[in-house]
Nanobody
């Protein structure tokens, strides 16, 4: 069964840091490219960064660009999102999702497996 599970969300004060994890299972996901998305209340879902199995990264335009780093540990089937200097506008539900191998795309319609999400709240 193909599955992605996010973890690591929580509440943090402005300026703080969090690291989210996306653990995936299912053979067809081993080679998949994985992206992080987020959706804030009342806003559309937006793609953040994406990473291929070989470590190629695409950091799409978003307010967190320059403050978010994506990495991947293939031995652990886990993709990480390190977030620094968190701001109130980073408050959202964060998802990871899988797409075809060897490419990253910004269109969420191209992603065929999604996790349930992990909530990040930035508040003083």
């Amino acid at each position: 069964q193909l599955q992605l599970v996010e973890s690591g969300g929580g509440s943090v004060q402005p300026g703080g840091s969090l690291t989210l994890s996306c653990t995936f299972s299912g053979n067809s996901l081993n080679d998949a490219s994985i992206a992080w998305f987020r959706q804030a209340p009342g806003k559309e879902r937006e793609v953040i960064p994406c990473i291929t199995r070989s470590g190629g990264r695409v950091n799409y335009g978003h307010s967190g660009k320059g403050r978010f780093d994506i990495s991947r540990d293939n031995a652990k089937n886990t993709v990480y999102l390190q977030m620094y200097g968190l701001q109130s506008e980073d408050t959202a539900l964060y998802y990871c999702a899988a797409t075809q191998p060897r490419r990253c795309v910004p269109d969420d319609n191209e992603y065929y497996n999604w996790g349930q999400g992990t909530q990040v709240t930035v508040s003083s």
